[in-house]
C-alpha cells in the first residue's frame, strides 16, 4: 500500500513568512509523529498525536510552530514567522499503535528559510 | 543533553566483509531500540529492532546485539554490499520518554560500502 506522503517536497520561503507543511500517513495509523533533522544531526522529535489529539508536544521549540490532525489522518505543521534557524528536514512518521512499534518515514519537506 | 550517542561519524568497509555500527544510550529506562537506514533525499527507512527483553535480533543479513548493562547496541551487517551505503540510525524509546512511543535518534553514521 502507499506509504507516509509530504507535501512539498522542498519550501523556500523568507524570514518572517508563515508556513505549512503536510503530512498524509499510511491508511488507518492512529498515531502520527512529526520530526526535525538538522543538518549532520539525527531526526529531533516534535510532536505525537494519537487520532486527533496531540498526545506530547514536548518537543515543540517555541510558540512558532503549531500542528493539528483535525480528522485523525492528514496533520499540518504550521510555521509562523519562519526564522533561518528553523531551515532543515521536517520528517513526518506514523504507526498503528504508538508506543513500542516501528514508525514509518515519510520522505520529509526540506525548509530553508532565508 | 545527548541520551543517545552515536560516536563513529562514519565507516568504511570492503564489500563482503562484516560491517559493525555502534550505538551507546544513557536512559535506562528506553526499553525498545530500532536502527533506521536513510539514503540521500529520503526519509528514514525501518531497518530492524529489539526489544529490552532480548539480547539479540537477526533478520537476513542484519543482526541487532543489546548490552543493557553496558547501555549498548550494535548493528552487524553481513556480508555488506555496495547498496548498503547510507546512513544508519540508532534510535531508541521507552517509558522513561513519556511512554508515547517517540524516538530518541543518534547523530547517525555515514557506511560506505566499497566495491
Known amino acids: 500500500g502507499a506509504g507516509v506522503s509530504q507535501t512539498p517536497s522542498n519550501k523556500v520561503t523568507e524570514k518572517g513568512k508563515y508556513v505549512e507543511l503536510r503530512c498524509d500517513p499510511i491508511?488507518?495509523?492512529?498515531?502520527l509523529y512529526w520530526y526535525r533533522q538538522s543538518l549532520g544531526q539525527g531526526p529531533e522529535f516534535l510532536i505525537y498525536?494519537?487520532?486527533?489529539?496531540?498526545?506530547?508536544d514536548s518537543g515543540l521549540p517555541n510558540d512558532r510552530f503549531f500542528a493539528v490532525r483535525p480528522e485523525g489522518s492528514v496533520s499540518t505543521l504550521k510555521i509562523q514567522r519562519t526564522e533561518r534557524g528553523d531551515s532543515a528536514v521536517y520528517l513526518c512518521a506514523s504507526n498503528n499503535r504508538g508506543r513500542a512499534d516501528t514508525q514509518y518515514f515519510g520522505p520529509g519537506t526540506r525548509l530553508t528559510v532565508l | 543533553d545527548q541520551q543517545v550517542k552515536q560516536n563513529s561519524p562514519s565507516l568504511s568497509v570492503q564489500e563482503g566483509r562484516i560491517s559493525i555500527l555502534n550505538c551507546d544510550y544513557t536512559n535506562s529506562m528506553f526499553d525498545y531500540f530500532l536502527w533506521y537506514k536513510k539514503y540521500p533525499a529520503e526519509g528514514p527507512t525501518f531497518l530492524i529492532s529489539i526489544s529490552s527483553i532480548k539480547d539479540k535480533n537477526e533478520d537476513g543479513r542484519f543482526t541487532v546485539f543489546l548490552n543493557k548493562s553496558a547501555k549498548h547496541l550494535s548493528l552487524h551487517i553481513v556480508p555488506s554490499q555496495p547498496g548498503d551505503s547510507a546512513v544508519y540510525f540508532c534510535a531508541a524509546s521507552g517509558p522513561g520518554s513519556s511512554n508515547t512511543g517517540k524516538l530518541i535518534f543518534g547523530q547517525g553514521t555515514t557506511l560506505q560500502v566499497k566495491p
Open positions: 491508511s488507518g495509523h492512529t498515531a
Open positions: 498525536f494519537q487520532g486527533t489529539g496531540a498526545a506530547d
